[in-house]
């Protein structure tokens, strides 16, 4: 159960393919604090490597069980988050269905076969946000190591 939805942009960037069989590839290169407001599918400009779009604005749910991985997730260098997006048939844009800031749930993204999945950059106000959930529902569990049962102190015909 979601504790809290952040309300996030996503940015994708398409890109002429190298390859016979495709003639662009789409990637998730940026997400972005908010909605603003303008229509899905909007060209944000060109670059070097090829042309953004506007994705859209989807939910980011934050969810109180995964503050350990959130937590582990700003200690490192360049926090990040996790797009998954599943191309459309034709040269269309594709659907985003699943975005996180769980570093394992962003891996198990992978698992799921033909979906095209990239972690982007974690902008402060997003990273802000998480640490203030993170403060509020965060809660330390220890760890139990579980203590086998010693089997070779029972005799063969002991056991029924």
């Not at 303008?38 to 934050?62: E, H, Q, S, V």
């Not at 659907?95 to 799921?112: C, F, K, L, M, R």
Request: proline share 8%.
């Amino acid at each position: 159960m979601a504790t809290e939805t952040v309300l996030v942009s996503v940015v994708l960037e398409r890109r002429r393919a190298v390859s016979p069989w495709a003639d662009y590839l789409w990637l998730p290169v940026a997400v972005l604090p908010g909605d603003p407001a303008i229509a899905a599918a909007t060209p944000l400009g060109d670059t070097d490597t090829g042309a953004r779009f506007f994705a859209g604005c989807f939910a980011l749910d934050l969810h109180r069980t995964d503050t350990p991985t959130y937590r582990d997730n700003l200690a490192s260098d360049a926090p990040r988050i996790w797009i998954a997006a599943r191309a459309g048939s034709g040269a269309g844009m594709p659907e985003i269905v699943g975005i996180t800031a769980d570093p394992a749930e962003g891996e198990a993204y992978t698992e799921a076969g033909d979906d095209i999945v990239e972690h982007v950059p974690m902008p402060p106000e997003i990273a802000g946000l998480l640490a203030e959930f993170i403060q509020a529902h965060h809660v330390e569990r220890a760890f139990i190591k579980r203590k086998r049962r010693d089997w070779s102190a029972e005799k063969p015909d002991e056991q029924a």
